[in-house]
């Protein structure tokens, strides 16, 4: 007797597949979830932890690097710490400084009106500047404009994002007042948020030399803003302190406003690690789920085997049949897996108003992920499939 | 030499011993032949070996010593592959329990006969349409089994041993799980299939149904105890 042997088509082994999912439904749709539900947190881990890195990255960017902060120190007699007057001078005279600007603290509570008690200043602090603050620091304003060459010397303020909203500055459509000291002040604009020099937010600035005719401020900065050839800076940053103070250099406090964004993007990154593990721990307990399944399967539906043994099948067609059902599972799992972390990140990032970025490797390893997990859950019940004797099958289902 | 016209089945001292303490001995020193175009029922008590014979005799399980042979060729000599091989094409296999699959038509569950054979679906779904004919459930083929009586379901599974023009069909308790009507006319099925010249074995508890048949071998605690019949020569 000569016969062929027992063969199944491709495309048949996948109908099988796929007829013994869609006859369970439920079931499949479950496990299928559990795969799901750990890929796409897998994904949108990472597509959030890029999109929020790219958005500190641009703001970064955009901000620039390459501004310092000088500041007097907290070391003896600081009390009222300031820098020597002569600091902006010296600093801008370093060739491989590229713009300066300082703020002078002036000795006065800001208030709505004349009638608001003294000590009630709301913690709003008063500078003086000149008009290459807004420049130095890559702020802009929100409404009006900032101080010019024309009104530094004159009683004419700018006010500061959070300072604004305390008192009430809300548009300069009518002329807006400000009782600074002893004496009304003209509001001639509103700053955006600083993000670089967040003190300034809750201040109301006015021209440096106004600050010295009416509060009487002495021009010893309390902060020196410095932008610094970006290729330079390391290098300007150790001469900087000996240039403003050389007989105490110690005296002045010289750090990079950027250094503070760039921690808080490395803080996140390590947050990203520790979702990574949980996501990965999820992705674990649903491929354990799919592997349950299949093994509940192999139990419940050794009739199946044992027929489908009866008219032909090999062994090697039962584990194909049940390593296809795994591997459908979680492919169908992983895809939607993958759309769903792409829907998260896409959501919570324009919430955000992050950029979307959506790394390929989380879209090609999370769906990898997935077909390995099938895999791995499959092999198993698979072999255990193939080894069931067909008459104890046949008898026992 | 191989006989030119073997006779379809033949068990040479065939023995089946499950181990265990003490073993089993399900099937004790068996020879039987079964020729072509036979009708044949398979009696004895519970327990008696009666489902071993048979699922021996369709290679689903492998004598421990022994012989069987399909159609002339010794099956002791093949691999497990090859055995489905012939228990795709060449045997066809009715049980008590249908094992029909829920979630597919009834002309699926036919079709089915022939999925381990290779053929194109097409084709399966025109052969099982044919048999389906054959057995009287033509208007049927496109329910579900759930939607058929007992009777009409082992009629499905009658056909999708039919399906592949098997050697021989082996059909294990087949009225078991039906009421007497329903027992009638796969019976009557049966002997209809035997009219057209098919080789049948039925194992039966009913002795009515035994009584009817053209041949009877009667099994008791593994042993051949009576044959009505021989291969005629």
Redesign the interface.
Known sequence: ?N???????PS?TAR?GL??L??RRLRSALSALGIAIGIASLVAVLGLSDSSKSALLDQIGALGTNLLTIEAGSGFGAGDAALPETSVATVSRVPTVEATSAVYAVDAGVYRNDLVPEDLTGGISVYGTDPGLLGALNGEIARGSFLTEATRDHPVAVVGAVAAERLGVRNLDQPVRLYIGDRWVEVAGVLEPFALAANLDRAVLIGDRAAERYYDTELAPATVYVRVHEDHIDATRDVLAATVDPENPEEAEISRPSDLLEARSAAESSFTSLFLGLGAVALLVGGIGVANVMVIGVIERR??I????????????IRRQFFTEALTLATLGGTAGVLLGVAVTYGYSLAQGWRVIIPPVALIGGFAAAVAIGVIAGVYPAIRASRV???EA??S? | MPDPQPPAIELRDVSKIYPGSPPVKALDDVSVQIGRGQMVAVVGQSGSGKSTMLNVMGTLDQPTSGSVLIEGTDTSLLTDNQLSAIRGRRVGFVFQRFFLLSGIAVIDNVANGLLYTGAARPRRREAAEAVLERVGLGARRWHKPDELSGGEMQRVAIARALVGEPAFVLADEPTGNLDSASSNSIIELLFSLHGEGRTIVVITHNEAIAAAMPRQLQILDGRLVRDTGTVPQ
């Open positions: 007797m016969l062929a042997p027992s063969r199944l088509r048949e099988v007829g013994s869609a006859a009739g199946e044992g027929l489908r043994r009866a008219i032909g099948a090999t062994r090697a067609h004797s067909p008459t046949l008898r289902a």
